[in-house]
């Protein structure tokens, strides 16, 4: 079968990451339970920031969030190491600009997930994945974004959200843990 996959909140825990950077750089100590209970992608709200000040800030660290030590989610680099195994098709589709394309593509190769060359496409917009989705005849679809999931509420490929707090209100199936997988493609 053939499987598309989001990067950023989809297989690694970018927003995560970031927020405990922005901690550690704005010198603060704001919890976890706090972040967790955000209904915005961005993270900004959680540290009294405004838009502006948020984009500067996530701009300021885009860096270090994407190519230092951000973790994949539980289960994800093993579960696609799976699927490659048994002979599936991976494809990651990603909203990265562009000029991150290559560097994500290698930073994934590095942190373990099984990565083709002509699987790997970046720089769309989010309404313009579902072209990519479209023209791959993908059988899945993982991705965790509400403007993006949106987009893909009409079509044959299968797609799940990846739980989180600010796509809840998504009346769409939905994976909670990258062990569920394998139950749910059994199914
Ligand atoms: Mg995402």
């Excluded at 909140?9 to 927020?19: G, K, M, P």
């Excluded at 993270?43 to 030590?69: P, R, T």
Aim: hydrophobic share 35%.
């Amino acid at each position: 079968m053939r499987f598309g996959f989001d990067i950023d909140d989809t297989l690694i825990n970018l927003r995560e990451f970031a927020f405990h950077l922005y901690n550690e750089k704005l010198n603060e100590n704001v919890e976890l339970s706090v972040f967790k209970a955000l209904k915005t992608i961005e993270i900004h709200e959680a540290f009294g920031l405004d838009k502006e000040a948020g984009g500067k800030m996530w701009n300021s660290l885009a860096e270090e969030v994407y190519y230092s030590s951000c973790p994949a989610f539980d289960g994800a680099v093993e579960t696609l190491q799976e699927l490659e195994k048994n002979g599936h098709e991976i494809y990651y589709i990603t909203a990265r600009k562009a000029e991150h394309g290559e560097r994500t593509k290698n930073w994934m190769i590095e942190n373990g997930f099984p990565v083709k060359d002509d699987h790997f496409f970046c720089g769309m917009k989010d309404h313009e994945k579902i072209h990519t989705i479209n023209r791959l005849e993908l059988d899945y679809y993982f991705d965790d974004k509400p403007a993006v999931l949106e987009t893909l509420l009409d079509i044959p490929t299968k797609v799940y959200a990846i739980d989180n707090s600010y796509n809840r209100e998504l009346d769409i199936p939905r994976l909670a843990s990258w062990f569920e997988l394998k139950e749910l493609i059994s199914e």
